[in-house]
């Protein structure tokens, strides 16, 4: 693996600003609809919120800080806030660039209370779209798979993979009806690498021509080439999924993997025998930072060698982690499902060259879940100190835990604008 490059000046990109309302007007495509979607709250729901962001201060410097509070972990506003601030604005990642390998493909997700679908239509465009049927709202499809169009399970709706409505079932008398304003409600969508990215900002609803270019740039900042240069690319081949249910913030989550690898020879004791965590650095980019850590512990005395020489650990702000050592790749995606409750989505990708050796991969997968099952008893119990009466803010370790001072800032600044 490739040294990583050296770059420590940051900059903070800004967020695009809010707005409500789709409105589109193209003739005959799905982008002739007029919704008026609310997925986010009126600001007057956020003031109580708002007091608890500033109870967090990004200007003191890490040496000094104070950690945010444990409202930020635990109060319903705030998360309400997160939501609407963080993961309503901005490119997140929700999939992965071989789950639309072929024209039909599809997959579905959920993030706050967006749901969307992402599919590939007959011209093997990538398109992507709010989930919703436009006759009273059900879920149109479920999980992921191969259609070629989508039919509403409800009353039958059936639109094509380009969003428009292609049948309205038993309209017969409707009147005031024009089945071009009721095609699916569209998302940007763009790729970069091995990623699927979705904007969810209603802002830009309307701009579904993504530069992909300049995607790259808001999502990674500068540190695009360096990913790239570490084997961050889609040359990986997809192995499998694993996905975890934790009792905590999504942020607790985040949190443990900000530390620098303090808890490392504490908690992972078998990981710890494995990596040199003297070599263990960190470096911070603009919405990115990126813990590096070089292997070189005990070996089990066979060819087994999970975590290769050096191992990259990226966080992109605000829920996505690559993990890349040895000939894999994994990918941890942190979804909020509520103040105290988070999914996270593991995805592992390997070097072509070892996509037969199961005994290898089969070894890998249960050595990583394991680190993980020490993470998720680490996280929830967290959470509850965090609920505890004797808790409201701890402080950083600075040796160690800038990165996730940056996190911390990071947010204060997304929650504040
Ligand atoms: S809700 Fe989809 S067809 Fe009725
Ligand atoms: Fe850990």
């Known amino acids: 693996m490739a040294t990583l490059t050296k770059h420590i000046q940051i900059h903070f990109f800004q967020p695009p600003s809010i707005s409500f309302n789709f409105h589109f007007c193209n003739h005959r495509s799905p982008s002739r609809i007029s919704a008026s979607l609310s997925f986010r ?11 608890l962001v500033d109870d967090f201060d990004p200007e003191i410097p890490l040496e000094k800080a104070l950690t945010p509070p444990s409202s930020w972990y635990i109060d319903p506003s ?26 039909h ?47 509403c399970p409800y009353h039958g709706w059936t639109y094509g993979l380009d969003g428009i409505l292609l049948k309205a079932t038993r309209i ?38 993504v530069d992909e270019d300049k995607v790259a740039r808001e999502w990674l900042g500068t540190c695009a080439d360096v990913l790239r240069l570490n084997g961050v690319d889609a040359s990986l081949s997809y192995v499998c999924r694993r996905e975890y249910t934790i009792d905590c913030n999504w942020k607790v989550f985040c949190d443990n993997y ?29 919405t990115v930072s990126i813990q590096s850590c070089k292997g070189g512990g005990e070996s089990k005395g066979d060819d087994y060698d999970r975590l290769g020489p050096e191992a990259l650990y990226a966080f992109i702000y605000p829920n996505f982690m ?26 592992y990708f390997l070097e072509a060259s070892f996509k037969n050796d199961d005994s290898f ?31 409201k803010f701890g402080r ?3 040796s160690v835990e800038n990165a996730m001072h940056h996190f911390h800032r990071l947010l204060h600044r997304n929650l504040t604008k």
């Not at 709250?41 to 007091?51: L, V, W």
């Not at 309400?80 to 072929?102: N, S």
């Not at 706050?112 to 007959?122: A, H, M, P, Q």
């Open 172 to 209: 017969n008398g409707i009147q005031n009806f024009n089945e071009n304003d009721f095609g699916l409600v569209p998302l940007p969508v763009a790729m970069w690498g091995p990623f699927v990215l979705l904007n969810l900002d209603g802002k830009l609803s309307s701009k579904l021509d």
């Open 258 to 286: 900000l530390d620098g690898g303090y808890h490392v020879p504490y908690a992972h004791k078998g990981l710890a025998s494995n990596l040199n965590l003297e070599s263990y650095s960190t470096e911070l980019f603009e």
């Open 78 to 103: 705030f998360f309400a806030l997160e939501l609407d601030r963080v993961f309503y604005r901005g490119w997140q990642a929700v999939g992965y660039v071989e789950q639309l390998k072929d024209a």
């Open 396 to 398: 950083y370790a600075p």
């Open 41 to 51: 709250s009126p600001d007057s729901r956020f003031i109580e919120a708002r007091k």
């Open 105 to 151: 493909d599809f997959f579905t997700g959920r993030l706050g209370n967006v749901e969307y679908v992402v599919c590939k239509d007959n011209n093997r465009k990538v398109r992507a779209f709010h989930n919703v049927c436009r006759h009273h709202a059900s879920l149109l499809a479920t999980g992921c798979g191969k259609k070629s169009c989508f039919v």
């Open 361 to 391: 991969i089969q070894q890998s997968l249960e050595d990583s879940e394991s680190v993980q099952n020490e993470d998720i008893i680490l996280c929830e119990g967290v959470q509850k100190g965090l609920e505890s009466p004797a808790y």
């Open 322 to 347: 690559i993990n890349r050592y040895g000939p894999w790749m994994d990918t941890n995606l942190v979804l909020p499902l509520g103040p105290r409750k988070c999914l996270v989505v593991f995805d």
